[in-house]
């Protein structure tokens, strides 16, 4: 681990201050020096090849170099070239985006701005989750603070660089989270995934080259552009440079949002910064990047929270939402939880998806209610491991994933299920 001498929450740091989400107080703070820097001292290619060097992955869950995926934005093509902001946050256990468009919505769209001077963007379509009305409103007062001040436009800070933004809202689908089922409804049609290739680069938003990122990828452009790649790479790890904003909830004393360099031990978020499990109890299990990602149980807590050290425990960063829970929780009825939100959320446009999200859901319910058998245990392992690297877009994977890690570190809750015919954690949240 890389120990940086510098303050740690560069993009939360001025998050308390009600100037920052203003346009002329975010100028007071220093915003849109990168901007103007990146627009009129780099061109493309040296600003591509910054973010590249920087190392910034991003932050959406997938971890893809954010450089590389603007260098796949085709330079010898005479379409309009889109970007796509990612911000329909419907991951359970993930709520930093609706901060970050309520407190920092400035900071996402200067590294909009430099991220479409590096693409030859023509426009920007930032898609936001239907249910985050107050944000959405947020973001529309500061695309059009950015356009009275001539930032965005036909003439982008007086450059002669034309870029449009456009704030479209969602209808509340998980799905639609998935980058080109967020195309597929930002074009008005159903949300459903595309098939891949063509990827978004050769066919993206209305056919157009399209490069898909999400709110916090965009809002670290900003500063390393300010303050350099050394900087830049002074947090974190060698292969994952940076900090995120991991979104801590459940079974703690201090729920909320802490930005850390990535690589800080899980232990430490959860028993430092976030307080602990209050009561005197013990934890139990931790999921540590939003529902989607296999739980940890509390044996491998000091795992640091960087996808090369947890892929290593079969798990992944996802979304950076920390779900913690405690002694008295039933891992069942997590997994109920769980099983219930995929089967509803799918699109149901792949068999294994549809079928499969199904099955698990009844057979965990089954064995939640009393009527399980121990078979049924093999069937859930048997089902999950087959929807896995089977479908169109990576939802299947994303709703067996977490089943297979109950299984793998819970059994014995499942087991004991069986067995005794009812649950055997009376203090465990109700469903």
Sequence with gaps: ML?????????????????????????????????????????????????????????????????????????????????????????????????????????????ILIAAWATGAA????????????????????????????????????????HDVRVTRGA?????????????????????????????????AFGMPTTVNNVETYSHVPHIINKGIDWFRAFGTDKSPGTTIFGVSGHVARPGLYELP??????????????????????????PGGMSMPILPAGLLDVPMANEFLREQKTMLGTGGIMVMDETTCMVRVASI???????????????????TGWMNKIVERIERGAGEQSDIDVLLDVAGKMEASTICAFADAAAWPIQGLLRHFSEDFIA???????????????
């Design 262 to 287: 990535l690589g800080t031990p899980l232990s430490e978020i959860v028993f430092e910064h976030a307080g602990g499990v209050p009561g005197g109890r013990k934890v139990k299990g931790v999921i």
């Design 123 to 162: 426009a920007t379509f930032i898609y936001i989750r239907g249910e985050y009305s107050f944000p959405a409103d947020c973001v529309e007062r500061a695309v059009a603070e950015a356009y009275e001040k001539g930032y965005f436009g036909a003439n982008a800070m007086g450059t002669g660089f034309s």
């Design 338 to 356: 769980i099983s219930y939100f995929f089967r509803d959320e799918s699109c149901g446009q792949c068999t294994q998806c549809r079928e499969g």
């Design 417 to 431: 299920h069986i067995g005794g015919r009812k649950c055997p954690f009376p203090e465990s949240f109700e469903l």
């Design 3 to 111: 120990q940086s001498p510098y303050v740690t929450s560069y993009l939360t740091e001025h998050f308390g201050n009600d100037e920052f989400t203003t346009l002329d107080g975010y100028e007071r703070l220093g915003g849109y020096q990168a901007a103007r820097k990146a627009l009129t001292e780099m061109s493309p290619d040296d600003l591509i090849e910054l973010v590249k060097a920087s190392g910034l992955q991003g932050r959406g869950g997938a971890g893809f170099s954010m450089g590389m995926k603007w260098s796949f934005m085709p330079k010898e093509d005479d379409r309009p070239k889109y970007l796509v902001c990612n911000a329909d946050e419907s991951e359970p256990g993930s709520f930093k985006d609706r901060i970050m468009l309520e407190r920092g919505a400035h900071q996402m769209l200067e590294g």
């Design 172 to 204: 509340g689908a998980y799905i639609c989270g998935e980058e080109t089922g967020l195309l597929e409804s930002l074009e008005g049609k159903k949300g459903q995934p595309r098939k891949k290739p063509p990827f978004p680069a050769q066919y993206g």
